[in-house]
């Protein structure tokens, strides 16, 4: 007899995804200095509950906390909450499709909403007369996108169920 790694997913606890939101705000808020290649670990996890719990976590979350990263970053208020909002509806309008991939094709669909998020970004600060800082600039899109299996191990942690059922376990 062949033993299947499947789960049962039990549904997503409300607060946990509350907390796992605002942990990914604690964490972009870190002074992490010039460095290019830290991911936007918002945004990661915004994508991550907008695929998968589309009607819990939506734009409105999204616009929310971009406008708390504009006033943390002292940015043009709004380039944040464009940003995330693009984000999240790119993320909903995938939300059927995404989950059927494993974790490579999954980073493949991703990776262009983190690249989006980012170009409406430098779309806005260069349209205030921001320097193009780079190619490199790009870098935490792809370090997000390399964090996306990660994320699936971590935030979907609390909400695997073994198929196997044992009266031992509270699961």
Known sequence: MQIQSEYLLLPANRAFITFTIAGAFILNVMPWGRVTYVPD???LV???WNVHQPRKVGIG???LFGLLMDVHDAALLG???LAYSLLSYGAISLHRRVPWFKAPGQMLHVLPLFLLAQT???LVRMAVGAPFP???YFQSSLTSTLLW???DLLLFAPQRRSIERDDNRPL
């Open 61 to 63: 979350i999204a616009f």
């Open 149 to 151: 299996p990660v994320a």
């Open 120 to 122: 409406s970004i430098l």
């Open 134 to 136: 780079g190619w490199g």
């Open 41 to 43: 670990f918002l945004a």
């Open 46 to 48: 915004l994508v991550f």
């Open 79 to 81: 380039e944040h909450a």
